[in-house]
């Protein structure tokens, strides 16, 4: 989406001009009060207050009734601090910080040229040079307190940033370190160290500086007031003149190096102009030294030196052969842009090359005078054009393109008869995307016979529609004028062109390409629909229009099946935004796609619960199917959003499925157990069989699987279910040896007798015959004295069970009881499994 930049100049306090509007949202941003704007006057006051008085001085003027102009009740000091600061910030276009910042790039040139200066020339400056250096870093403090201060546009809204909080954050992260460390009084510093020579390199970090002066010219190129040509030409000079200064004074400090008595072992040292000595140019004055530096430096960059004065010790030559390297790659820099200012000024030259280049394709082609004259009129057209031309637009925000569009081309395509009735949103677009062209009478554009692959709408001029019939002759059909479309029907059902169009007088028409209209139309369906209509208007009952109508239909198909899968994408991306667009521009949310998924399918199984609400609303059919069964319940519970599956409850969606209980034997095969709390929780019937009479509990017992089977039994799942072999859950839990899960589904077969008293007397029956192996000896007997045992039905008394072990193992008469194989005592009858051993001793 577009941003368009808000902003705007007028009367008033320099911080806060602009319209209402403007203020209004750069107040917001601020976080300022509503009150009114207090005058300067009471600002300063406050000011003086705030940093200058007391706590009780602050809140003895506030109550005084001072205070009510800031917006604060009373007592507020925090309140009141952060309003100050926050009325303290300046705009960027403050003219009172725009002189300040003009006097900042003054004192930055000043300082970038001085700084070689004071480095290769001086050690200790005297004491005039040093009372202005110092007001010069002085300066420099001062701006970077007003950096705190100065607000700044986001880099990504482009809104006007007030919060102190974040502007001073921003300055820290940046500029900050390096404008403080370029303040410090590096010359005072070095006096006080000893005159240590490492402290003087730290100069060099005021050549940061130099970064504003390249602002301000990046600035005057950008000024329509003053030629670029000659902006240009300035800074490429002081560029040079730069280069060669600072290199000066790095010649020299290399002289200044070497101890007094080898001072004829320099350049300068070693110099003599005709009868005049340089060997103790420490004492000759700065300003012939000076000069004698630069005409060394200027020479070498321009390699054309004489020899009059040459590197004459080690480290001048390694310098020198740096800074040579560094001219070459200057020198090219400056050729580079002059050159590229004097050929970019030369549009009449580039429409002649390009104009020698059609004119020798055409020859070498052989195209014909006709053809030939043709494309020399148009491109002498479009050059005397070009100021109309759109191209002239590229480098033009998005944004204000878009005013443009709108306002030169949405009037002609609302009187367009083949975009009656569409939307505004429609119209709108369609101007956007439209492009401009120009032709000469005679020109055709659409030729018969040919497909249409751009819409055409006239904005000024006449064309003909011209046909041909059978002996080839043409004949008139019609005029087309202002407001005309044409190519409409071959561009909208691709089929060929029925007429041609040929210009009669120099016209202007816009055009639109058939990607770019597909693709509005996909997103303004309904209008889609209101073009075929009009295009159908006034179409004679014949072959033909039977034929077209078919293609329309056709294409209104494809349209809806497109449509339905971006509505479905859209769903599955979770763009809540797109999918009410679609819906709002003629969507069906109740269409679904090739496997039958409606967008609440995709919702459901994505969890998107404000879609689930927005088209439920929108009277979408909760408990639809797609190809493969699945409804929007069983999606969302498959997925486990527990959200969704309480709005779909709520709206009146039941839990279908064909297979519930294949359905339900997968799931417990496949060991979803979560899955299956969902599904068993909304309602299914956890008897449900398959196609071999199986439950999901037969499956889970033949399995072992111990929770999946508790939780069956507590959803209501029956132990004594049967499948295709007579088996039951319990049986396939004895086959499967799992002892724990016997016992739960015993358990379980129990309770569920008691709660159904009427449940046949042979299944009652079954459940209570379970028999035991019980032995004459203790478990811990050794093997030499064990004897054989008895196996026997449990019967309903322990009683009964000791007197019929006795009987059947001769047993002495007496008190006996049973052990457990562990050597516990058993004392319940339902203690016994089925097939347990069990031992019966002489009670001691």
Known sequence: MNRERRGGRGTGDDRFDGDDEDRFEEERLRGRDDDEEPSKLWKWIRCCLEFLGSDADVDRWIVSGHGRDFGTSGGGRSRLSSSIFQRMVL?????????????????????????????????????????LDIANQVAFLIDIVVHFFVAYHDPQSYILVYNPNLIALR?????????????????????????????????????????????????????IRIKYLFTRIVKLLVVELYCTHTAACIFYYLATTVPRAKEGYTWIGSLKMGDYSYS??????????????LYFAIVTMATVGYGDIHAVNFREMIFIMIYVSFDMILGAYLLGNMTALIVKGSKTEKFRDKMTDLINYMKRNKL??????EIKDHMRLMYDNRCTDSAVLQDIPVSIRTKISKKLYE?????????????????????IMVGEEIFLPGEVIIEQGNIAEQLYIVCHGDLDEVGKGEDDEEKLLTHLHTYSSFGEVSFLCNTPQS??????EICKVLRLDRQTFLKIIGIYFSDGRI???NLLEGKDLNLQSKILESDITLYIEKSESELATRLNRAANDGDFYRLKRLIGVGADPKKTDYDGRSPLHIAASKGYEDMIHFLIEKGVDVNISDNLGNTPLLEAIKNGHDGVTSALVEAGASLTIDDAGGFLCTTVAKRELDFLKRILAIGINPNSKNYDHRTPLHVAASEGLYLMVKLLIDAGASVFSKDRWGNTPLDDARICGNKILIKLLEVARTSQMAEFPSCPQEIRDKMQRRKCTVLPYH????????????????????????????EQLKHPAGSCILLSENGGKIIDINMINDDQMLFLVTET
Not at 788 to 795: E, H, R, S, T
């Open 411 to 431: 009037p002609f395509i609302r009187e367009v008869p083949l975009f009656k009735g569409c939307s505004l949103g429609f119209i709108q677009h369609i101007a």
């Open 368 to 373: 014909g005078n006709h053809i030939s004259d």
């Open 779 to 806: 478990p811990w007997d050794p093997k030499e004295e064990r004897r054989q045992g008895v196996v026997l039905w449990v019967p309903q008394t322990m009683e009964e069970l000791i007197n019929a072990a006795k």
């Open 499 to 504: 007429y041609t169009i040929r210009v009669r």
């Open 280 to 293: 103790h140019f420490r004492e000759i004055d700065l300003w012939t030294r000076y000069v004698t530096s």
């Open 531 to 533: 073009i075929l209509n």
């Open 91 to 131: 705009r960027p276009d403050n003219r009172w910080y725009k002189t300040w910042t003009h006097l900042m790039v003054i004192s930055a040139a000043y300082s970038s040229f001085f700084t070689p200066l004071e480095f290769g020339f001086f050690r200790g400056l005297p004491g005039n040079l040093f009372l």
């Open 171 to 223: 300055y820290l992260k940046s500029r900050f370190l390096v404008d403080f460390l370029g303040c410090l009084p590096w010359d005072a510093i070095y006096k006080v160290s000893g005159k240590k020579e490492a402290v003087r390199y730290l100069l060099w970090i005021r050549l940061s500086r130099a970064c504003r002066v390249a602002e301000f010219f990046e600035k005057l190129e950008k000024d």
